[in-house]
């Protein structure tokens, strides 16, 4: 059983294009989270989907950031306009019911 | 508002002995606690969790404790691997969903 899919593993954006980061839960898990690790700090919350719905999205910024879950598909979390202050490493996780959450490999964001 | 605070930065223990990693935290909504391990340039792997209705869990060599009074937990790993050197965060949630991380411990163990 394959793990938590994440891509691309690194991303490299100038500021003001779009960042568009991929996971792929575990096969049987339809609860996805996505969080932000900025340098030297923990794993922050920011989004809660389940197969097209947005849960809870309290810990995304209200401007520029948006996820989705599709019917079909891995769940996207879109950056708009990147900024300096976006470069962290951003990790999704699944999960089979609101229990263990299981992370994938991150990626990391870099904006020049 | 760091509600999961680990205040040891870094550990460093030899192999075949103890480590003892340890937690605060301030929400007493917290319900459900776990421990994740975390090498450079990888997700963060599940390792043992527990609940708030317990005070004890084991897995093997890994042996998490909570004290809800002091809001205290600790993770206790004997013996101690080389392979166990990493960065060790402590998680809780109230909701069942949003883990709050504290900003981890780098533990080293040495031969």
């Known amino acids: 059983n394959a793990g938590v899919m994440q891509n691309p593993r690194h991303l490299v954006r100038r500021r003001g294009q779009e960042a568009r980061l991929r996971c792929s839960p575990m096969?049987?898990?339809?609860?996805v989270y996505w969080y932000r690790q900025l340098p030297e700090e923990g794993l922050k919350f920011m989004v809660y989907?389940?197969?097209?719905?947005?849960?809870?999205e309290s810990g995304m910024p209200k401007e520029r950031f948006s996820a989705e879950f599709p019917k079909e598909g891995p769940s996207i979390l879109r950056i708009q306009q990147v900024v300096r202050g976006d470069s962290a490493a951003y990790f999704c996780?699944?999960?089979?019911?609101?229990?263990?959450?299981?992370f994938g490999p991150g990626t990391r964001l870099l904006v020049l | 508002d760091q509600q999961v605070k680990q205040n040891s930065p870094s550990l460093s223990v030899q192999e075949g002995r103890i480590s003892i990693l340890n937690c605060d935290y301030t929400?007493?909504?917290?319900?459900?606690f776990l421990w994740y391990k975390k090498y450079p340039a990888e997700g963060p792997t599940f390792l043992i969790s527990?609940?708030?209705?317990?005070d004890k869990n084991e897995d093997g060599r890994f042996t998490v404790f909570l004290n809800k009074s002091a809001k205290h937990l600790s993770l206790h790993i004997v013996p101690s691997q080389p392979g166990d050197s990493a960065v060790y965060f402590c998680?809780?949630?109230?909701?069942?969903?949003?883990?709050?991380f504290g900003k981890g411990t780098s533990l080293l163990v040495t031969p």
């Open positions: 989907l389940q197969k097209e719905n947005i849960i809870d």
């Open positions: 929400n007493s909504m917290f319900d459900y």
């Open positions: 096969k049987g898990h339809s609860h």
């Open positions: 996780a699944s999960s089979p019911d609101v229990t263990t959450q299981y």
């Open positions: 527990i609940s708030s209705i317990k």
């Open positions: 998680a809780a949630s109230e909701s069942g969903y949003a883990l709050n």
